[in-house]
C-alpha cells in the first residue's frame, strides 16, 4: 500500500543520475501552495490565508483569514499586526492613507458604524487561543539566502483597491544563524521504497513521554533498592542508543525486540558504581573518606548476599585491614590513599562483582521486559487511531534493480490521519507549543529553521495544516530521549563549530552529516535516530540502514561504544562495496586509557588515510541544547582530544583526499573563536591531567598514495555536516576501567 502520507519517491527532487557520469543540477526544492487562487487579491494575501467572501447580512464583500479567523471589511494589507498574536499592534507595519493610525480591525468596525448598522451588523473577528503558523510569502527570499538578494515585488491586485498593499514583510532571521541550508548534496543512494513505520501523532507522543519517564523511574527504584546507588549518569540515554542499534521492533524510541536481553552497556555502566560510585578526588581529606566508604561498603555488601566463604574472608579481611590502617596513619598522602584504594578494588572487586552479578542482571531484564511492554501497548493505541491500519501479513515483494538517484529525505508508507490542533505562541524570541497542557519550547531561529526544513522535505502537507503538530512531536520526541535533569543528554546531541562545518564542505567536499537530528543538523541532508517524524524535516533515516554509493560524508556520533563500533562496521562495508568516490570523515573521542573498540579498528583500518588529533581543551563544540540555550551558553570548551579520521577507497581519496593544505585549514578551524564567555563541558566528568597530557600531542599518518582517478565531477553538491551526537562533554563513563582515576 503505496500513499501519499510521507510522500512518495516520484515527487522527490532526487534526479536519476550515473554515479560515473557528471553531476546534474537538483530541482528547486518543494515550498506550499494554495490550490485555489482568488482572481481579485494578490498572491501574497492568498498565500497568507486570506480569501474574499460574502456578507449576505451586509450584502457586501469582506475578507477572511484562515490562519488567522480573522475577518475585515477592507482589503488586508501585508504588515498588519494580528489581533491574536499581537494585539497591541507592537509588530505593525505603519499604514497609509488617512486612517494610518487606526488598525485594519479598527477601520472595519468605523466603516460598519459609518452605514448606521446596529450593534448586530459588526462581524466579529473570531478569537482562538493559538495562531497557527502560515507558510511564508512567495515573493520574499528565505533569509538564509546570500545578504545580497533582493525580494520580489509583491503582484498587482487584478481590481483596484482602496488601501495599497505594502510590500511584503521579510520572514524571521536569527541574528546568528549555525546551519546552511542552501547546499545540495553529492551522496548518491539506489532509490528504496518508503518505511512502513506509523505516522507519527500527538497523542501518542504524550502517551510515549509518560511511558518512558515512568521507565526512567523504575530504572531508579531499581537501582536504590537492589544495590543501594543512584543510576550511573546518562546511563538510561546511553542503554536506549545501545539498544536501537540491535532492535528490531516497531517503536522508534522504546526497545522492544532485541537479542541479548541484558545491555552490556547498561550491565558495565552499574556494576562500575558497586559498591559505591567514585568520583573526582581533588583534595586528601577527599581521597581518605572515599578510601573509608568503600571498604564500607564492600563488607556490607559481603556480608548481606549469598557469598562463599572464601569470598567473605577475603573481602573483610581487606576491608578490616584497609580500617586498621587508616586508623594507625593520619600522615598518608592523597597519593598514598588513592594507591590504598586501587590494592582494594583489585582485591575486593572480582568477589564483590561475583554477588552482585545476578541482582544487576535482573535490573537489566526488568527495565527491558517494561519497555517491550509499554512498547506493544503503544502500538495498539497507535493503531486504533489510523484510518487504514496496516495489516500484520508480511509480503516480501520480489527484489528490483533499483535506480541510482540523489538521497531524498525518508517517507512513510502510511497516510497521516488528521491530527489534533496545537497552541502556538511567542515568549520574546521563544516559539511555545502546547498540546493538552504539555508545552515544549524552541528558540525562534531555530523553528524558523524547522519550517525551512519542512518546506523542502515534506510533500503531503503543502498548506503547513500539519506543521505545528509535527513540530510539537519533535521538540517532545528529543526532550524525552535527553531526560530531564540538568544538561542531561545534551553530550548526546552536541555539534561541531560551523567553522569546521565550512572547511569540511570546501576542502572535503563533505556534503552530509551521519549523525544529526533537524534540530542541531548543518545541512537539510542528514541521518538522524527518528525517520518517522525526522524525516517530515529532511531526514534520510538511521544511519546504520543508509547506504550510500558515493559521496562525501561527516561523522560525529554520539559517544556508545556500541553504537561506534556498529558504525566502524557499517564504513567499511560501504567503502568495500563501492567503486565511486566514497569518503567519511569521523570525529570521535580519543580515549586511550582504556582505549575504545571503534577506535583501535579504524586505526588498523586499510582505509584509513590520515589521522590528526586535536588537544583537549584546544577546540570547542556546540551544546546539544542549542534550540533552547541561551547565545553565550551555545559553545563550551572540550574536555578531551579528539580524533579525526579519514576513511576512504581510492576514489574518495583521489577526489578528496587529505592534503597538507587541506588539514591546516581545517585545523585552524578547529581554533575556538573569541567570544565572550567561554564555558565548561556539560557532561559529567572533567579528565584528569594525566589524560589532558596524554592528548595534547598532534598524531599524524602519512597520506598513502592514491589507487585510482576519479570521473564524476560532482561540483555543484559540497556540503558539511554537523553531528546529531558529538559532543565533547561526556568521559568514558560507560567504558570499563582498571584504576580508581579511570573510573572516575
Same mark, same amino acid.
Given at each position: 500500500?503505496?500513499?501519499?502520507?510521507?510522500?512518495? *519517491?516520484?515527487?522527490?527532487?532526487?534526479?536519476?543520475?550515473?554515479?560515473?557520469?557528471?553531476?546534474?543540477?537538483?530541482?528547486?526544492?518543494?515550498?506550499?501552495?494554495?490550490?485555489?487562487?482568488?482572481?481579485?487579491?494578490?498572491?501574497?494575501?492568498?498565500?497568507?490565508?486570506?480569501?474574499?467572501?460574502?456578507?449576505?447580512?451586509?450584502?457586501?464583500?469582506?475578507?477572511?483569514?484562515?490562519?488567522?479567523?480573522?475577518?475585515?471589511?477592507?482589503?488586508?494589507?501585508?504588515?498588519?499586526?494580528?489581533?491574536?498574536?499581537?494585539?497591541?499592534?507592537?509588530?505593525?507595519?505603519?499604514?497609509?492613507?488617512?486612517?494610518?493610525?487606526?488598525?485594519?480591525?479598527?477601520?472595519?468596525?468605523?466603516?460598519?458604524?459609518?452605514?448606521?448598522?446596529?450593534?448586530?451588523?459588526?462581524?466579529?473577528?473570531?478569537?482562538?487561543?493559538?495562531?497557527?503558523?502560515?507558510?511564508?510569502?512567495?515573493?520574499?527570499?528565505?533569509?538564509?539566502?546570500?545578504?545580497?538578494?533582493?525580494?520580489?515585488?509583491?503582484?498587482?491586485?487584478?481590481?483596484?483597491?482602496?488601501?495599497?498593499?505594502?510590500?511584503?514583510?521579510?520572514?524571521?532571521?536569527?541574528?546568528?544563524?549555525?546551519?546552511?541550508?542552501?547546499?545540495?548534496?553529492?551522496?548518491?543512494?539506489?532509490?528504496?521504497?518508503?518505511?512502513?513505520?506509523?505516522?507519527?501523532?500527538?497523542?501518542?507522543?504524550?502517551?510515549?513521554?509518560?511511558?518512558?519517564?515512568?521507565?526512567?523511574?523504575?530504572?531508579?527504584?531499581?537501582?536504590?533498592?537492589?544495590?543501594?546507588?543512584?543510576?550511573?549518569?546518562?546511563?538510561?540515554?546511553?542503554?536506549?542508543?545501545?539498544?536501537?542499534?540491535?532492535?528490531?521492533?516497531?517503536?522508534?524510541?522504546?526497545?522492544?525486540?532485541?537479542?541479548?536481553?541484558?545491555?552490556?552497556?547498561?550491565?558495565?555502566?552499574?556494576?562500575?558504581?558497586?559498591?559505591?560510585?567514585?568520583?573526582?578526588?581533588?583534595?586528601?581529606?577527599?581521597?581518605?573518606?572515599?578510601?573509608?566508604?568503600?571498604?564500607?561498603?564492600?563488607?556490607?555488601?559481603?556480608?548481606?548476599?549469598?557469598?562463599?566463604?572464601?569470598?567473605?574472608?577475603?573481602?573483610?579481611?581487606?576491608?578490616?585491614?584497609?580500617?586498621?590502617?587508616?586508623?594507625?596513619?593520619?600522615?598518608?598522602?592523597?597519593?598514598?590513599?588513592?594507591?590504598?584504594?586501587?590494592?582494594?578494588?583489585?582485591?575486593?572487586?572480582?568477589?564483590?562483582?561475583? *554477588?552482585?552479578?545476578?541482582?544487576?542482571?535482573?535490573?537489566?531484564?526488568?527495565?527491558?521486559?517494561?519497555?517491550?511492554?509499554?512498547?506493544?501497548?503503544?502500538?495498539?493505541?497507535?493503531?486504533?487511531?489510523?484510518?487504514?491500519?496496516?495489516?500484520?501479513?508480511?509480503?516480501?515483494?520480489?527484489?528490483?534493480?533499483?535506480?541510482?538517484?540523489?538521497?531524498?529525505?525518508?517517507?512513510?508508507?502510511?497516510?497521516?490521519?488528521?491530527?489534533?490542533?496545537?497552541?502556538?505562541?511567542?515568549?520574546?524570541?521563544?516559539?511555545?507549543?502546547?498540546?493538552?497542557?504539555?508545552?515544549?519550547?524552541?528558540?525562534?531561529?531555530?523553528?524558523?529553521?524547522?519550517?525551512?526544513?519542512?518546506?523542502?522535505?515534506?510533500?503531503?502537507?503543502?498548506?503547513?495544516?500539519?506543521?505545528?503538530?509535527?513540530?510539537?512531536?519533535?521538540?517532545?520526541?528529543?526532550?524525552?530521549?535527553?531526560?530531564?535533569?540538568?544538561?542531561?543528554?545534551?553530550?548526546?546531541?552536541?555539534?561541531?563549530?560551523?567553522?569546521?562545518?565550512?572547511?569540511?564542505?570546501?576542502?572535503?567536499?563533505?556534503?552530509?552529516?551521519?549523525?544529526?537530528?533537524?534540530?542541531?543538523?548543518?545541512?537539510?541532508?542528514?541521518?538522524?535516530?527518528?525517520?518517522?517524524?525526522?524525516?517530515?524535516?529532511?531526514?534520510?533515516?538511521?544511519?546504520?540502514?543508509?547506504?550510500?554509493?558515493?559521496?562525501?560524508?561527516?561523522?560525529?556520533?554520539?559517544?556508545?561504544?556500541?553504537?561506534?563500533?556498529?558504525?566502524?562496521?557499517?564504513?567499511?562495508?560501504?567503502?568495500?562495496?563501492?567503486?565511486?568516490?566514497?569518503?567519511?570523515?569521523?570525529?570521535?573521542?580519543?580515549?586511550?586509557?582504556?582505549?575504545?573498540?571503534?577506535?583501535?579498528?579504524?586505526?588498523?583500518?586499510?582505509?584509513?588515510?590520515?589521522?590528526?588529533?586535536?588537544?583537549?581543551?584546544?577546540?570547542?563544540?556546540?551544546?546539544?541544547?542549542?534550540?533552547?540555550?541561551?547565545?553565550?551558553?551555545?559553545?563550551?570548551?572540550?574536555?578531551?582530544?579528539?580524533?579525526?579520521?579519514?576513511?576512504?577507497?581510492?576514489?574518495?581519496?583521489?577526489?578528496?583526499?587529505?592534503?597538507?593544505?587541506?588539514?591546516?585549514?581545517?585545523?585552524?578551524?578547529?581554533?575556538?573563536?573569541?567570544?565572550?564567555?567561554?564555558?565548561?563541558?556539560?557532561?559529567?566528568?572533567?579528565?584528569?591531567?594525566?589524560?589532558?597530557?596524554?592528548?595534547?600531542?598532534? *598524531?599524524?599518518?602519512?597520506?598513502?598514495?592514491?589507487?585510482?582517478?576519479?570521473?564524476?565531477?560532482?561540483?555543484?553538491?559540497?556540503?558539511?555536516?554537523?553531528?546529531?551526537?558529538?559532543?565533547?562533554?561526556?568521559?568514558?563513563?560507560?567504558?570499563?576501567?582498571?584504576?580508581?582515576?579511570?573510573?572516575?
Amino acid at each position: 500500500m503505496s500513499n501519499d502520507s510521507h510522500g512518495s *519517491v516520484k515527487g522527490e527532487a532526487a534526479m536519476i543520475m550515473s554515479p560515473t557520469g557528471p553531476a546534474s543540477s537538483q530541482g528547486p526544492p518543494l515550498s506550499p501552495s494554495t490550490s485555489a487562487k482568488s482572481q481579485e487579491l494578490p498572491d501574497e494575501l492568498v498565500q497568507a490565508g486570506w480569501s474574499k467572501c460574502w456578507s449576505r447580512r451586509e450584502n457586501r464583500p469582506y475578507y477572511f483569514n484562515r490562519f488567522t479567523n480573522q475577518s475585515l471589511w477592507e482589503v488586508p494589507v501585508l504588515g498588519q499586526h494580528d489581533v491574536i498574536s499581537d494585539p497591541l499592534g507592537l509588530n505593525a507595519a505603519p499604514a497609509e492613507g488617512g486612517d494610518g493610525n487606526l488598525g485594519n480591525g479598527q477601520r472595519k468596525r468605523r466603516m460598519s458604524e459609518e452605514q448606521g448598522a446596529g450593534s448586530n451588523s459588526v462581524k466579529r473577528a473570531k478569537v482562538e487561543p493559538t495562531t497557527p503558523i502560515s507558510p511564508s510569502t512567495p515573493g520574499a527570499k528565505p533569509w538564509s539566502s546570500a545578504p545580497g538578494d533582493k525580494q520580489s515585488q509583491p503582484a498587482t491586485p487584478a481590481t483596484p483597491s482602496p488601501v495599497t498593499p505594502s510590500p511584503a514583510p521579510a520572514p524571521y532571521r536569527p541574528a546568528v544563524v549555525y546551519w546552511d541550508l542552501d547546499i545540495q548534496t553529492n551522496a548518491v543512494i539506489r532509490e528504496h521504497p518508503p518505511t512502513k513505520r506509523l505516522p507519527p501523532h500527538p497523542e501518542i507522543e504524550l502517551q510515549r513521554a509518560q511511558l518512558v519517564t515512568k521507565l526512567r523511574q523504575h530504572y531508579h527504584e531499581l537501582c536504590h533498592q537492589r544495590e543501594g546507588i543512584d543510576p550511573p549518569r546518562e546511563s538510561f540515554n546511553r542503554w536506549l542508543l545501545e539498544r536501537k542499534v540491535i532492535d528490531k521492533g516497531f517503536d522508534p524510541l522504546l526497545p522492544s525486540d532485541c537479542d541479548p536481553v541484558i545491555s552490556p552497556s547498561m550491565f558495565r555502566e552499574v556494576m562500575n558504581d558497586i559498591p559505591i560510585r567514585l568520583s573526582r578526588i581533588k583534595y586528601k581529606e577527599e581521597a581518605r573518606k572515599l578510601l573509608f566508604k568503600y571498604a564500607e561498603a564492600a563488607k556490607k555488601m559481603i556480608d548481606s548476599r549469598n557469598a562463599s566463604p572464601e569470598s567473605r574472608k577475603v573481602v573483610k579481611w581487606n576491608a578490616e585491614d584497609t580500617m586498621s590502617w587508616l586508623r594507625r596513619d593520619h600522615s598518608a598522602s592523597k597519593e598514598d590513599y588513592m594507591d590504598r584504594l586501587e590494592h582494594l578494588r583489585q582485591q575486593c572487586g572480582p568477589h564483590v562483582a561475583a *554477588v552482585a552479578k545476578d541482582s544487576v542482571e535482573g535490573i537489566c531484564s526488568k527495565i527491558y521486559q517494561l519497555s517491550a511492554d509499554y512498547s506493544r501497548r503503544l502500538r495498539q493505541t497507535h493503531l486504533s487511531l489510523l484510518q487504514d491500519p496496516p495489516t500484520e501479513t508480511c509480503e516480501s515483494p520480489p527484489p528490483q534493480p533499483s535506480r541510482l538517484v540523489y538521497c531524498y529525505p525518508m517517507r512513510l508508507t502510511l497516510p497521516s490521519p488528521a491530527l489534533p490542533r496545537v497552541e502556538l505562541h511567542f515568549e520574546n524570541d521563544v516559539a511555545c507549543l502546547r498540546f493538552r497542557g504539555e508545552m515544549v519550547k524552541v528558540n525562534r531561529g531555530h523553528f524558523s529553521k524547522l519550517e525551512l526544513l519542512y518546506r523542502y522535505s515534506c510533500i503531503d502537507d503543502p498548506r503547513f495544516e500539519k506543521f505545528l503538530s509535527r513540530v510539537w512531536c519533535l521538540l517532545k520526541r528529543y526532550q524525552v530521549m535527553f531526560g530531564s535533569g540538568v544538561n542531561e543528554g545534551t553530550g548526546l546531541q552536541g555539534a561541531l563549530p560551523v567553522s569546521v562545518f565550512e572547511a569540511l564542505n570546501q576542502h572535503f567536499g563533505v556534503s552530509f552529516e551521519c549523525f544529526a537530528s533537524p534540530l542541531n543538523c548543518y545541512f537539510k541532508q542528514f541521518c538522524s535516530a527518528f525517520p518517522d517524524i525526522d524525516g517530515f524535516f529532511g531526514s534520510r533515516g538511521p544511519f546504520l540502514s543508509f547506504c550510500p554509493v558515493s559521496g562525501s560524508f561527516q561523522a560525529n556520533p554520539p559517544f556508545c561504544e556500541e553504537l561506534m563500533d556498529a558504525m566502524v562496521t557499517h564504513f567499511e562495508d560501504l567503502l568495500d562495496q563501492s567503486t565511486e568516490p566514497l569518503s567519511f570523515v569521523v570525529f570521535i573521542p580519543e580515549w586511550r586509557d582504556p582505549v575504545t573498540p571503534a577506535l583501535t579498528r579504524m586505526e588498523g583500518s586499510r582505509f584509513l588515510r590520515h589521522q590528526l588529533s586535536v588537544p583537549a581543551y584546544e577546540h570547542e563544540y556546540r551544546s546539544g541544547s542549542q534550540h533552547i540555550c541561551k547565545r553565550e551558553e551555545m559553545y563550551y570548551k572540550a574536555v578531551h582530544g579528539t580524533a579525526v579520521l579519514f576513511l576512504q577507497n581510492d576514489a574518495g581519496f583521489a577526489k578528496w583526499g587529505p592534503t597538507p593544505e587541506r588539514l591546516a585549514e581545517l585545523t585552524a578551524a578547529f581554533r575556538p573563536a573569541s567570544r565572550p564567555s567561554s564555558l565548561s563541558s556539560p557532561g559529567p566528568a572533567q579528565p584528569t591531567p594525566r589524560d589532558k597530557d596524554s592528548t595534547s600531542k598532534a *598524531v599524524e599518518s602519512g597520506v598513502m598514495s592514491p589507487g585510482g582517478h576519479d570521473n564524476n565531477n560532482n561540483n555543484n553538491s559540497n556540503n558539511s555536516s554537523n553531528n546529531n551526537n558529538s559532543s565533547s562533554s561526556s568521559s568514558s563513563s560507560s567504558s570499563s576501567s582498571s584504576s580508581p582515576q579511570d573510573k572516575m
